[in-house]
């Protein structure tokens, strides 16, 4: 909900203005705006692809650029496209923004950052969450993140543990109804009057999205906000709810010691391993081992929250080694529609002889290494108490960090980790990418090779993401030209 006082008022009156709706007086007025193209350079569709812009890089190109009040909107006529901003250094000023983008094939498409540089209150627009990231004394470990298709556990010594997400059957159709689900076709009545029958809420305004042609399919309830996934099984076609943030019903759950399996989410590996997926440890090269980070004061803090993007900071200020005294902060963000994680390390004061170690389990069904690519990826079973489903992990690298694999297999409990040994940069940065899927996943995969080239995809998506450009002036043909592209894409 938003929450606004008479002054808040005033400054969205203008803000309707930058939409569509100009209000009166303001006829005359020119809106202060910044363009944006993105391009996406490979020949695969992306969904919810991250764009992110930098408070230096907008002010480059506008000098009175404020976070207190803008808007991005894309297409003809202008729709307002979900966005944040954070303040992702903590001193007071909101840094970066970011937004997410769907791009067809080696499409570009244009954005309009619309502000007002000299109104008097900060204005938050509300949209649909779609992160959720906090800390959770109910859930153990020092915090706790998800997007709507993952979810992560950060624990105290460095590991971080996957979460799948439960999938609810609604209902059950006839398969003749697969005719509805062509993309972007809205559903039909007869279909409709199916999610009537079982009392399930779905507006008049839906989009269908296909996840998997002949397969599964996406049913967007736009007016209530609610996704329903559609699967297609033997003769039938089976509706599911889509998934959603739950780590509060989970907080929930476990303060009430309900069972596992009545749990919104499931743990894909247990607490043990001292990397899980795509956590860090130190690894010392002279005497062959990992150290972890326990036992060592630090401070945690929630840096976003939002409704694209969530960011969870720990900050290690004096960790004393052997070799002397360094400090690390590492970084965890995820975003909406999105099940990777990133994962950002800040280094001072490391010794040449200790590189940072990041990986995953070893799960029986095999683990894929590839170092040329910079990527390590694992596909077996879950193996929870009272589960056992096929799930997937992997993580994503810098080529130019790596140094090599190493086999943690002794050094863990049950299945052991494979690591990527990865040297930070000259600033004592190092970033990475980890992700996973379970079977019972709204894109979930039942074999190792659907696995396999579902990895590849990740690597490369994540390898390459969208080129930016931001422009002071446009001309009216280029701006045109642009926004039709995006309006073409999207019919």
Not at 7 to 35: D, E, T, W
Not at 107 to 117: N, S
Not at 154 to 169: E, R, S, V
Not at 205 to 211: A, F, G, M, R, S
Request: hydrophobic share 35%; with cysteine; proline share 5%.
């Amino acid at each position: 909900m938003i929450k606004l006082n008479w002054r808040h008022c005033c400054v969205l009156v203008l803000i309707i203005g930058f939409v569509g709706c100009a209000p009166p007086g303001s006829r005359n007025r020119k809106i202060p705006q910044i363009k944006l193209t993105v391009q996406n350079t490979l020949p695969i569709q992306r969904r919810d692809v991250p764009v992110v812009v930098s408070l230096n890089e907008l002010r480059e190109i506008a000098p009175d650029f404020s976070f207190d009040a803008y808007l991005v909107v894309s297409g003809q006529p202008p729709e307002e496209i979900p966005s944040q901003a954070d303040d992702l250094n903590y001193d007071g000023q909101k840094d970066e923004l970011v937004f997410l983008a769907n791009l067809e094939p080696q499409e570009t498409k244009v954005f309009t950052i619309r502000y007002t540089p000299d109104n008097p209150v900060a204005v938050m627009l509300g949209f649909h969450k779609r992160t959720r990231a906090g800390i959770f004394p109910e859930l153990g470990g020092i915090a706790a993140l998800e997007s709507e298709l993952a979810a992560y556990r950060l624990l105290q010594n460095g590991a971080i543990q996957p979460y799948g997400k439960q999938t609810d059957l609604l209902l059950s159709v006839e398969s003749r109804f697969q005719g509805d689900l062509g993309y972007r076709k809205s559903v039909s009545p007869e279909l409709r009057r199916e999610f009537d029958r079982n009392n399930i809420p779905i507006s008049r305004n839906t989009v269908v999205e296909i996840l998997k042609p002949f397969s599964s399919w996406m049913i967007h309830s736009q007016d209530n906000q609610q996704r329903y996934l559609v699967r297609k099984d033997d003769d039938d076609l089976k509706i599911y709810r889509g998934e959603e943030l739950s780590i509060d019903r989970l907080v929930n759950q476990r303060t009430a010691q309900s069972v596992e399996s009545d749990a919104v989410m499931i743990p894909l590996i247990s607490e043990n391993y001292s990397i899980g997926c795509g956590g860090f440890a130190l690894w010392d090269e002279n005497g062959q081992k990992r150290i972890v980070p326990t036992g060592v004061a630090d401070y945690v803090r929630v840096l976003a929250d939002g409704p694209v993007r969530s960011v969870v900071q720990r900050i290690i200020p004096n960790w004393r080694l052997s070799s002397g005294t360094i400090g690390v902060t590492s970084t965890v963000m995820i975003y909406g529609g999105n099940r990777w994680i990133e994962h950002r390390i800040n280094i001072s004061g490391i010794a040449s002889n200790h590189w940072i170690a990041t990986g995953i389990p070893a799960l029986k069904g095999g683990v894929g290494k590839d170092g040329a690519n910079g990527w390590l990826w694992t596909w077996g079973d879950t193996h929870t108490t009272s589960y056992s489903k096929k799930c997937g992990m992997g993580v994503i690298f810098p080529t130019d960090r790596y140094q090599r694999y190493e086999d943690l297999t002794s050094l863990d409990s049950e299945m052991g980790s494979i690591v990527a040994l990865l040297r930070p940069n000259e600033s004592g940065l190092l970033r990475y990418y980890a992700f996973s899927l379970w079977g019972d996943a709204v894109d979930g995969l039942g074999a190792k090779d659907e696995f396999d080239e579902y990895a590849q995809i990740t690597a490369t998506a994540l390898n390459a993401p969208p080129v930016l450009k931001l422009l002071s002036e446009m001309s009216e043909k280029e701006a045109k030209a642009g926004e039709e592209s995006g309006d073409q894409a999207d019919e």
